[in-house]
């Protein structure tokens, strides 16, 4: 093995290093991530996210390094972050929550209903994150449930795996919910499974949007009175903002077939907002570049065609930074027989035609060859498949010659609802 010490001076690292760091993500967070946090004074969980993606993958967090026994080039890969919102890492976690997905559906038809927040009530939401979430995702589980459970639909309980997003292609807030819902459900008085009595739907479309409104608007005046809502609106005026208005639910049709389902949810389980690869830094405009889906412009039965937003870079981060989740908050959730509790409940009751035998967890080296396509390496100079792995300890000066650092100034006095709102991730 080579001695790493040697190796970090060879003559061409400082340019192998910056092509291996070159992220637009990471770079617009090195030079503005912390005029940003000075500027808009986001809660230290955001904080702590924005000081872990500027140093993502880059020589401060260290790694290894793949030389040529040949021509002595080397190849820098570096440690991501590890945080679970950073968009730059997190491939062997996405696809170990596939697999984790995988074991845990039935072998029964299931079906994709999309639960969407009113644009009416974004701001609300804004304001106050981890209540309006949350009552989100009771309320898609209280409706499905509720409408499940009536003999005119199906007269069972159902399972679904709920997750939150906050944000569409092209980084808006648009607050919904995914749920992956069993065609069907365990009748507890005959203890059998009972499928619906429609074929492509488990109720009417208007009676699912109506009974979610009425179920959202409950919870949301039980959180007014129990004073956990922070906003310049009462209850009454928000009740008639939305009243008139038809609340979307999308349902797809039922399907066996659930592996598309699975990895659009995937990819977005660990990451938020954007993906490294949708992200260009316009270095002489000084812009970010969203390269994102035109749905309004999809013609029916073809891939939506690609169009960009362009932003300055305090606003790019300040919108990336909106859809971070309130510390600790649970994107994913399972409900009915899906849960924890109710598997141990209903597992051994549920016919072994129902059950199947979870999928191994893959190992992170069977998943690594995966994303490598299993393909061997080779030198990118010379193209000799001969190397060896050093390792390559953090760069401590990384951080004092890229991270771009405004003048310190003074902490400022705030008032209890400026506190308030800090604890809540929202901008003061």
């Known amino acids: 093995m080579s001695d790493p010490a040697t190796k970090n001076k060879s003559p061409d690292k400082e340019s192998q290093h910056k092509k291996a760091v070159e992220n637009s993500i990471g770079k617009i967070f090195c030079l503005y991530g912390e005029q940003y946090i000075e500027e808009y004074k986001p809660a230290l969980h955001k904080i702590k996210l924005i000081r872990s993606m500027r140093v993502?993958?880059?020589?401060?967090m260290g790694g290894k390094a793949i030389v040529c026994k040949k021509c002595a080039h080397h190849h820098y890969l570096y440690y991501g972050c590890g945080n679970s919102h950073c968009p730059i890492c997190g491939s062997i976690k996405r696809e170990q929550w596939?697999?984790?997905?995988?074991?845990?559906?039935?072998?029964?038809?299931?079906?994709?209903?999309?639960?969407?927040?009113?644009?009416?009530?974004?701001?609300?939401?804004?304001?106050?994150?981890?209540?309006?979430y949350n009552l989100l995702m009771r309320s898609s589980w209280q409706t499905i449930k509720e409408l499940s459970e009536k003999e005119e639909n199906i007269g069972a309980l159902p399972g679904i795996i709920s997750v939150l997003h906050t944000f569409g292609s092209d980084m808006k807030y648009h607050v919904h919910t995914h749920n992956l819902v069993t065609f069907g459900g365990y009748d507890k008085r005959t203890e059998k499974w009972k499928s619906p009595k429609r074929k492509d739907k488990i109720a009417r479309y208007r009676k699912m949007s109506s009974r979610y409104k009425e179920i959202f608007l409950e919870g949301l005046e039980e959180l007014y009175k129990a004073g956990l809502i922070i906003y310049d609106e009462s209850y009454d005026q928000i009740k008639v903002g939305v009243a008139d208005k038809r609340w979307v639910v999308h349902n797809?049709?039922?399907?066996l077939d659930t592996r598309i389902l699975e990895q659009y949810l995937s990819r977005y389980i660990n990451r938020i907002a954007i993906s490294n690869s949708k992200v260009e830094w316009l270095e002489e405009q000084q812009k970010v570049k969203l390269i994102h889906n035109d749905y309004e412009n999809q013609k029916e039965g073809e891939a939506a065609p690609k169009t960009h937003r362009k932003f300055d870079p305090l606003m790019f981060i300040h919108q990336f930074m909106e859809h971070?989740?309130?510390?600790?908050?649970?994107?994913?959730?399972?409900?009915g027989i899906q849960s924890n509790a109710s598997k141990k409940k209903y597992r051994k009751l549920i016919p072994e035609e129902l059950t199947k035998e979870g999928a191994v967890i893959r190992t992170v080296m069977q998943i690594v060859t995966k994303l490598l396509a299993e393909n061997p390496y080779q030198c990118e100079q010379c193209e000799s498949e001969e190397y060896e792995i050093v390792m390559v300890l953090p760069?401590?000066?990384?951080?004092?010659?890229?991270i771009k650092v405004p003048g310190r100034s003074p902490p400022q006095k705030r008032t209890f609802e400026e506190i308030i709102r800090h604890q809540r991730g929202i901008a003061v």
């Open 395 to 402: 760069d401590k000066e990384w951080i004092h010659r890229y």
């Open 252 to 255: 797809t049709k039922p399907t």
């Open 324 to 335: 971070v989740l309130p510390k600790y908050f649970q994107k994913t959730r399972r409900y």
């Open 98 to 132: 596939e697999d984790k997905l995988r074991a845990d559906l039935l072998p029964v038809a299931y079906v994709h209903i999309i639960f969407t927040l009113p644009k009416e009530l974004r701001r609300l939401a804004r304001m106050n994150k981890k209540e309006i």
């Open 56 to 60: 993502c993958k880059s020589p401060a």
